[in-house]
């Protein structure tokens, strides 16, 4: 049985792992938390002290790291005894953890695809460039390697199993629907890192339709859903991470990503992007000093983390899923709809730090117990999903369903 966890970042992301992890120290252990910036670590223990988190007495330890140094982090893992590592740091840093989780024999949890920062929107399968990579050696030394436990990534690809193992003989489609019907208040914000978030948008949009890699521009093909509790919401088909691995390991033709946006947004993004502001190579300025545009703007935007004390209204993210049981059609919406207020009161993060931060810990304790300690390298829908959904329900994520039987929350227990 694993136990002990070191936890890579520090935003907000991180905050509700930490206070996740904290809630479930009995089966987790010691908790450690590194970024580069040891302060923000401290701040992010002071919140759990403060709210009263931990399950067990205990404290969470802190470290100054440089997550890309992989000599470093392996004695990091060494020295705390940290037998799960949750990599909820930049996704730039994914291959670096990794490689230390395979030299110290640590269990290996991120909530997104490894990123080059000097390309974007590169050949896909994305895995298949980074991740996918390592399988052989994870086999080999029978490390754990979990990848993509976020929420989309992750709680969306349980749903796609979960419909697949009891909803559907068949599968056509999968269409993966992200909307934040929220608002924090501020002129223009991203909800997490800007940097990552614009990357997403400024490339090519892939996506797998008619069982082949299908491109298109950003804000090109739309649609509009009545969903549950937020209403009626326009979104995007974008590029994302999910897509390139269950176009992979599930037979289905067509596998979509959409995501919400407002008009305002949109208008904002595409000056920036138009102005060349969102580009991740470097410019000489006319002083001579060498910046990139994209972590310029980054600079000067909000810090997500800042955004949650103001954060009101609800999101519903889900799996809209299309084919046949007992050679009949039919269509499932598989969801969880989440609110902003009420993790920011649990957690002091907003809604989609929270969606994106319960996940891991759920899988960590899988980890824990042994469930999902498979000793290889694996995306979420390659694991039994009733198990993780089961903990989500309990943990602050209910998972829900619409089909022809109405709306109703699901019960996996």
């Avoid at 404290?59 to 100054?64: L, R």
């Avoid at 903990?391 to 019960?411: A, C, F, K, W, Y």
Wanted: glycine content about 8%; hydrophobic content about 40%; proline content about 5%.
């Amino acid at each position: 049985m694993k136990k002990n966890v070191l936890i890579i970042g520090a935003g907000g992301v991180a905050q509700v792992v930490a206070h996740k992890c904290a809630q479930n120290n009995d089966i987790l252990g010691q908790l450690v938390l590194a970024s580069r910036t040891v302060e923000k670590c401290e701040e992010i223990a002071k919140s759990v002290e403060e709210k009263g988190s931990m399950k067990l007495a205990g404290t969470i330890q802190c470290f100054a790291l440089d997550a890309l140094d992989v000599a470093a982090t392996a004695a990091l893992i060494r020295d705390t005894q940290s037998q799960i590592v949750i990599n909820v740091g930049s996704a730039f840093v994914n291959m670096a953890v990794l490689s230390a989780c395979i030299e110290t024999g640590a269990a290996y949890l991120d909530t997104a695809i490894h990123e080059d920062p000097s390309k974007i929107c590169e050949t896909p399968p994305w895995y298949e460039n980074y991740e996918w990579k390592r399988k052989a050696i994870c086999a080999e030394k029978k490390i754990t390697a979990i990848l993509g436990v976020g929420f989309d990534p992750g709680v969306v690809n349980a749903y796609a199993a979960l419909a697949k193992q009891d909803y559907f003989d068949t599968i056509d489609s999968i269409d993966i629907i992200d909307i934040n019907a929220g608002s924090h208040g501020h002129y223009f914000a991203t909800n997490f890192d800007p940097e990552i978030n614009f990357r997403e948008f400024t490339g090519q949009v892939w996506s797998w339709q008619n069982s082949q890699w299908t491109s298109n521009k950003m804000f090109e093909v739309k649609r509009t859903d009545d969903l549950p509790l937020v209403g009626e919401h326009t979104s995007y088909m974008t590029g994302h991470d999910e897509i390139h691995s269950l176009s992979k390991n599930l037979d289905v033709p067509n596998i979509r990503f959409w995501m919400g946006f407002g008009e305002h947004y949109i208008n904002v993004f595409n000056v920036l992007n138009n102005l060349g502001l969102l580009s991740e190579q470097p410019v000489t300025t006319a002083e001579g000093l060498e910046v990139v545009p994209l972590k310029v703007v980054k600079a000067v935007l909000p810090n997500p983390t800042a955004l949650a004390p103001n954060y009101t209204g609800k999101t519903c993210i889900g799996d809209l899923v299309k084919g046949k049981k007992d050679g009949q059609e039919r269509e499932v919406f598989i969801y969880n709809v989440a609110d902003h207020k009420e993790a920011y009161n649990e957690v002091g993060s907003q809604g989609i730090s929270y969606t994106a931060g319960v996940p891991p810990v759920a899988a960590a304790i899988l980890v824990a117990q042994g469930i999902w300690d498979v000793e290889k390298m694996v995306n979420v829908e390659e694991l039994p999903p009733t198990p993780f959904l089961n903990l989500l329900n309990q943990m602050g994520l209910p998972t829900s369903i619409r089909d022809e039987q109405g709306e109703r929350p699901l019960n996996f227990s």
